[in-house]
């Protein structure tokens, strides 16, 4: 049986036509065109000639029946998503998961009431959902309410999805009639219950009916007669179904290292810490997504310089250049995004772009632990989660795949402490695994469809780096 | 609202874990709804947590004998953050040393408690109180 798979990046339009046979998968044949933005189906439909599924002239129309296509797109590098919420540390921190984990791009965070410059900043720059939030269910009403009035009498005109407390949903329902808008659970029904889910779901339909009107992805739709995923939902759906199906790789993280973001998910069976460990904080999910916006190899270039840490002149220099080189080159592809290393000099200025967003991006997305002296002795209080066991990281993306492998990545320096002193829970010695061909966000697509298969396909991809790329460390203090 | 909102927790670096779970058990059979927040609690993760969920009180322990350190500023920091009117009562082992009951609930009044009990306090008083007080600071509707 075959199926097709594309994924429409931002950059690029990747397809593969696979082969399942026997309960496996195999790649047999691959295509890349540069994404059309102005109407979408041109590249897919370059993408589907140059698998050989397409005959030349033949009309979109005519591909449905015989073989199955699996679609995601990024759409503009994935759907905005402003965040409201009550607390800074309470709902505001789990609407900002919740758009995350939707596959969303973050675009703002919004904290107690929104301020009449919040509102014209929402009224100039709309994101494409604004996600309401505030209050656990029998809570807080009284700013969601206000919220709510505020964004009914301004003439933002983002899809409104309110998943804040349920006591007040029918007021805010009532205040905003006439905007677009959507009701759904409680993110945070209780203090100690992240419900993400319902959100999360409703962003997904949203995405589909607002965001991929125009470009020409409905006429992709009526002919697939099934909808596209978000690509960064289908990787999280993947990432879930890697941790359930794929029993080597355990608890892992997983990091795609794009132009503008490096998108961060981690996948653990038991995210919050024994009795030994006092845990603060909203609760951590098992699957978590985190993107960020400063980590990237071209558009976000300089940024990832401005981010680094001192290790990056040692690694600079270790590699025999001068951190001026570097620069130089940043600015240059930040101005050239469409720019390739063209010479040995400049892939090593690369692999040390991607190593400081792998690094910098693994010690932003582990948690912290910080010991504290009690009248009983020391004990110790965790925020976030703890990736200190997790062996392995898988990098994905289109440069990861690209990179020589004779080369081992520059080592990926975490630095053990944060500007507070408390430990970073990163991972302690784990191996980088490659993903040599780019197809996590191809299999992510058919994933749903044949988990196993999907999970067999990335796994007999990925390739070993050379070297532990992350310093072994000590933690200044003995786990709990 | 039928069931009060209440938000427990034990304050500073303290760990004594198992009055508070008494006093959740003990709460919670009172038909209030109990947001228990456990050992260790920062003055914030009180705030936090009283502004989410709409609680009209905060019961805070403090058993370690450091509970003046811990609690000083508790009261304007609620104001600081928009909880004008929440009601705040301390109770435990507050002070080191063998200091009179009636001085050290003097102390923590003045520091912007309203209610404080010992070690030894009646829990059926303790909700009594309680509710009268809540009662009081509803507004009149």
Redesign the interface.
């Known amino acids: 049986m075959q199926l097709i798979s594309v994924d429409i990046g931002s950059t690029y339009t990747k397809g593969a036509l696979l082969v399942l046979r026997d309960g496996q998968l195999h790649v047999q044949a691959r295509a890349s065109v540069p994404t059309t933005q102005d109407d979408l189906t041109t590249g897919f439909v370059q993408v589907l000639l140059a698998l050989g599924v397409l005959e030349e002239k033949t009309q979109l129309e005519t591909l449905a029946p015989t073989i199955p296509v699996y679609v995601s797109s990024s759409a503009k590098g994935g759907l905005s998503v402003a965040a409201v919420g ?2 800074p ?3 505001m921190e789990a609407a900002r998961l919740t758009a995350l984990s939707a596959g969303g791009r973050v675009s703002r965070v919004f904290s ?1 009431l929104l301020t009449a410059a919040d509102i014209e900043l929402l009224e100039q720059n709309p994101p494409d959902i604004i996600l309401l939030s ?3 269910d ?4 009284r700013y969601v309410r206000q919220n709510a009035r505020r964004l009914a009498a301004s003439t933002v005109p983002s899809c409104i999805v309110y998943a804040g407390n349920r006591q007040a949903a029918e007021d805010v329902e009532r205040c905003l009639r006439g905007k677009p808008f959507t009701v759904t659970e409680n993110i ?1 029904p ?2 100690d219950c992240l419900n993400p889910e319902p959100a999360r779901q409703v962003i997904r339909e949203l995405f589909l009916q607002r965001i991929v009107q125009g470009k020409g992805l409905e006429r992709l739709i009526r002919v697939l007669r099934h909808d596209p995923l978000p690509t960064p939902l289908a990787i999280l759906e993947f990432v879930k179904i890697l941790h359930k199906h794929g029993t080597d790789l355990e608890d892992f993280c997983l990091v795609d290292v794009g132009g503008a973001t490096t998108d961060y998910y981690s996948a653990l069976c038991h995210p919050l810490p024994g009795p030994e460990t ?1 845990y ?1 904080g909203i609760p951590e999910p098992r699957i978590k997504r985190t993107v960020e916006g400063d980590l990237g190899l071209r558009v976000s270039a300089c940024s990832v310089l401005d981010a680094a840490g001192p290790s990056l002149e040692a690694d600079v220099a270790h590699a025999g250049h001068r951190m001026e080189s570097l620069q130089a080159y940043a600015r240059h592809v930040e101005a050239a995004p469409g720019h390739l290393a063209a010479c040995a000099d400049e892939a090593c200025y690369d692999r040390l772009l991607f190593s400081t967003c792998v690094s910098i991006a693994t010690q932003r997305h582990a948690g912290r632990l910080r010991s ?5 002795g020391e ?1 110790h ?1 965790q925020t976030g989660r703890d990736l200190r066991h997790v062996r392995r990281i898988v990098l994905t993306g289109g440069y990861a795949a690209h990179m020589n492998l004779d080369h081992c990545i520059p080592a990926m320096a975490t630095v053990p402490v944060d500007d507070t002193g408390s430990s970073i829970l990163a991972p302690r010695s784990p191996v980088c695994w490659i993903d040599r061909d780019h197809l996590v966000p191809l299999a992510a697509n058919v994933a749903a469809a044949h988990p196993e298969a999907a999970t067999r396909l990335v796994h007999d991809n990925l390739v070993r780096t050379r070297a532990a790329t992350v310093h072994p460390h000590e933690h200044p203090r003995t786990s709990p | 609202m039928n069931h009060p909102v209440i938000v427990l927790g034990v304050i500073g670096a303290d760990c004594h874990a198992v009055g508070n779970r008494i006093l959740d058990m003990y709460f919670s059979s009172r038909s209030y709804h109990v947001v228990n927040l456990g050992v260790m609690v920062s003055q914030d993760e009180f705030i936090d947590a009283a502004i989410e969920t709409g609680a009209q009180a905060i019961l805070v322990s403090s058993l370690y004998g450091h509970g003046e350190i811990d609690c000083a500023g508790l009261r304007d920091r609620c104001i600081e953050r928009g909880l004008d009117d929440i009601i705040l009562y301390v109770g435990g082992n507050l002070v080191i040393g063998k200091q009179r009951f009636e001085e050290v609930a003097a102390k923590f009044r003045t520091m912007g408690f309203d209610r404080v009990f010992g070690p030894d306090a009646d829990l059926a008083v303790v909700d009594r109180l309680l509710r009268q007080d809540i009662k009081r600071r509803q507004p009149c509707s």
Do not use: K
């Open positions: 009550l607390v540390n309470v709902t107690y505030g209050g656990t029998g809570g807080n009403e945070l209780a203090l006092v603060r504290v002296y009690t009248a009983d004990r209080v």
